[in-house]
């Protein structure tokens, strides 16, 4: 979150959107109350693509960002017909 500059946090937020916008991403972000400040939720086309808004995020100094694949129900159902 960067504790420095906490009281900025929904502005930052709402560029990082903002420059989301720009690209095929769909998103959500939501503040919470464990080991990360932010949850931010995306969907962009390919990997590729959301590892690169990643890193130009990251590259601005105010956050850590890691990422993480993540399956609908449809998708799990269809990964777990595939197990024999």
Do not use: Q
């Not at 919470?32 to 808004?53: C, G, I, Q, R």
């Not at 990643?54 to 449809?74: I, P, Y």
């Amino acid at each position: 979150m960067g504790v420095r500059n906490v009281k900025d946090t929904v502005k930052r937020g709402e560029a990082t959107i903002a420059e989301a916008e720009n690209g095929d991403e769909d998103h959500e972000e939501l503040w919470t109350m464990a080991a990360y400040d932010v949850v931010a939720l995306f969907e962009a086309p390919d990997d590729e693509t959301m590892t690169a808004f990643a890193c130009k995020v990251s590259s601005l100094g105010n956050v850590n960002t890691g990422t993480m694949r993540a399956f609908r129900k449809e998708e799990m159902e269809d990964i777990l017909a595939k197990i024999k």
